[in-house]
């Protein structure tokens, strides 16, 4: 009796969920990130002050490079229908000792966002930071005038730890920087997640 029929078109990506895959950056997507990053729609909610030039991405980029793996892991986000890079992921400030990291995420077009990408992206993301990377805590920030996605990451599980009052100055004003975070153990025992 034959066994099961094994695929043998297209890889698997190692990083992936239901809608979305991770794939590491490539110097080809510097142009691509530039343009997410000039656009004031995309940047509303990043730290961002001033438009980023070709130049200072491929310096960031290269820098990114140097830290890949060691204390940070840097991702774009690609359908999986198509391939389309539709925003990046990441995990900083990587604490291995502590079992800690920070999490950031862009969805580069505003037309693709409300479809779903950023959840699946981070939900990888954390099956991948806490299955592989054996990590306790994922981290991140959220400002006060980001209600939309403060609504997503504790859909997804994050709980508000803490406010940094008037922790970022933007647009003329200070505004409240909260602190939330999701641990490995209230991930695990959640549905969404496929590591145990």
């Avoid at 343009?35 to 729609?41: F, N, P, Y």
């Avoid at 840097?74 to 995990?91: K, Y």
């Avoid at 291995?96 to 409300?114: C, E, F, R, V």
Wanted: proline share 4%; with cysteine; hydrophobic share 35%.
């Amino acid at each position: 009796m034959p066994g099961p029929t094994v695929d043998q078109g297209s890889p698997q990506p190692l990083i992936r969920g239901r809608l979305v895959y991770l794939r590491p950056g490539e110097r080809a997507d510097i142009p691509l990130f530039v343009r997410w990053l000039t656009d004031a729609r995309t940047t509303e909610h990043l730290a961002l002050r001033s438009p980023i030039g070709q130049a200072m991405e491929e310096r960031w980029f290269d820098e990114m490079l140097d830290h890949h793996g060691r204390d940070r892991w840097f991702f774009v986000i690609c359908r999986l229908d198509d391939d389309r890079a539709v925003g990046s992921i990441d995990l900083h400030a990587l604490d291995l000792t502590n079992g800690g990291a920070g999490l950031g995420i862009l969805i580069g077009d505003p037309a693709d966002t409300s479809h779903g990408y950023g959840s699946d992206a981070i939900r990888a993301l954390l099956d991948f930071g806490f299955g592989q990377l054996r990590l306790e805590r994922v981290w991140l920030d959220v400002y006060e005038d980001n209600a939309r996605g403060r609504h997503v990451y504790e859909r997804i599980g994050f709980v508000h730890e803490g406010t940094f009052r008037r922790g970022i100055y933007r647009s003329g004003r200070y505004l409240d920087v909260r602190r939330m975070a999701v641990l490995r153990e209230e991930w695990t025992t959640r549905g969404d997640a496929t590591i145990e």
